[in-house]
């Protein structure tokens, strides 16, 4: 035996202490198998979080759920945690082929994806269960051949590619035992409902299967949702008030549109801001932002649709490890970025959906941590406020911004990025006899 395996194996349950408490669960309380135990006391897990313990008690008697809460409350640890212990329990298919997960997990975006299989590795490090990512913008023909060369039991999926690989056979879905769709509602926002029908009519049918689904919002089509897709399912709700307000210190500035660049530029160096998401509702803003910021000597990255994934990931990893200051970005983010420690959001403008308001400031006041929200309220948002106030459930105190940050002037310490320009390349026939060099051929209008 290893000396790796050697100090797994010598790890025992009584190393992981945690004191009964009247009103709080364990995860003692589950019976969970020791090397899952070993898991969640090494990533300093004691007391389940209320939709844990919720899910749990009702996923783990093999039951389908729903659940209502927002990102930072605890869904993702509960629905792996009830599918590893399944997995580790339940034997696997005889004869088993490659290209056949025993579950799968569908999530609207690649960072949200990416997100949860790294929350799953860290689950599953003393366990042998096998995650395995199925993603747009990452390698196509490296995922390709994971599908045919491994055993697969956890699938986290992006409904895209998934559909592409089905397509083409390279993955089967018909011996799925657990199903997980998360944030069905930006599933419907962001297109992919008609995707996701497909891809559950390929798993095995209602009550073959077990299903949990989880929504920040329960509305008409959520619920359509959740009746053509779980059989008996228990509910859960957790209020995203306990998430938004008890954490997380809202602050709203009433300010002019032209000068709200300047606020946000002092609001960072004069309260020596670091570690922050600016939250703007346009590519074109975050660009014009991105370059303001580093005009002002302020390290900082772009996250929206339009920057290619590798690209996305370098700069969610730099902002995780503190290279840069500022991380600029569009809803796109908003339920993807899980990073610890990020002590304030800003609100460049209000997002026209309310609901991404909830998600992005709960990016800060993560795991029992405190953060702020401060957003920067114009002319063109300010309508939403009254909405806001309702769905938050909370009266809102709009400020006035401190006049010195209005007054002093903008630094300008880096240099403009350098703007590329497009040559017209000259014509085939040009560059077979020379004369390239000094004609090209006319434009065409």
């Known amino acids: 035996m290893s000396a ?5 194996s010598s790890w025992d349950i009584s190393q992981f202490s945690v004191p009964e408490v009247e009103e ?20 300093g897990f004691s007391y389940c979080t209320p939709i844990q313990a919720e899910v749990l008690a009702a996923t783990l008697a093999g039951r389908d759920a729903i659940g209502r809460a927002q990102t930072g409350t605890g869904k993702t640890a509960a629905f792996l945690i009830s599918t590893i212990k399944q997995l580790l329990e339940t034997p696997s298919p005889s004869p088993r082929y490659a290209g056949e997960p025993r579950a799968l997990i569908l999530a609207p975006t690649r960072e949200l994806a990416i997100q949860i299989a790294n929350d799953a590795k860290e689950l599953c490090k003393f ?6 990512t199925v993603m747009g913008g990452m390698e196509y023909d490296k995922q390709r051949r994971h599908l045919h060369n491994e055993f697969l039991d956890i699938v986290v999926a992006t409904p895209g590619r998934l559909i592409d690989y089905y397509e083409k056979q390279d993955i089967h879905l018909d011996l799925v035992e657990i199903l997980v769709i998360d ?45 053509q897709w779980t059989y008996q399912p228990v509910k859960v709700e957790i209020e995203p ?9 809202q602050r709203f500035y009433m300010v002019e549109e032209n000068s709200k660049a300047k606020l946000l530029v002092n609001l960072i160096l004069q309260e020596d801001l670091h570690r922050i998401i600016v939250f703007a509702n346009r590519r074109d803003q975050t660009r014009k932002l991105q ?52 002590s ?24 029992g941590a405190t953060g702020v929200a401060i957003s920067l309220t114009g002319e063109s948002d300010a309508f939403l406020l009254p909405e806001l106030e309702q769905l938050l459930g909370i009266s809102l105190k709009i400020e006035q911004p401190p006049e010195d940050y209005l007054n002093k002037s903008l630094p300008i310490k880096g240099k403009p990025s350098p703007i590329k320009k497009h040559h017209r390349k000259p014509h085939k026939q040009y560059k077979k006899t020379g004369h390239h060099k000094k004609h090209y051929p006319p434009k065409k209008r």
């Open 4 to 8: 790796k395996a050697k100090k797994k």
């Open 24 to 43: 709080k669960a364990r995860f003692h309380d589950f019976e969970l198998p020791n090397a899952l135990m070993q898991a969640i006391h090494n990533l």
């Open 127 to 132: 366990c042998p269960v096998n995650i395995t």
């Open 183 to 227: 944030e069905a509602d930006r599933m419907l926002d962001m297109g992919f409902i008609p995707q996701v029908r497909r891809i559950v009519r390929a798993t095995p049918k209602q009550g073959d299967r077990q299903t949990l689904l989880f929504s920040a919002t329960f509305n008409d089509d959520v619920s359509r949702l959740i009746d």
């Open 241 to 249: 008030e306990q998430v938004t307000t008890d954490t997380v210190t």
């Open 291 to 342: 370059e303001l910021l580093h005009q002002a000597g302020i390290s900082c990255d772009l996250l929206s649709g339009e920057v290619a994934q590798k690209k996305r990931l370098r700069t969610l990893e730099d902002f995780r490890e503190g290279r840069i200051r500022v991380l600029v970005a569009t809803d796109v983010a908003g339920r993807g970025i899980h990073i610890d420690g990020i």
């Open 344 to 367: 304030h959001v800003i609100n460049y403008n209000l997002p026209e959906d309310l609901e991404d308001y909830v998600h992005r400031i709960g990016r800060t006041g993560r795991a």
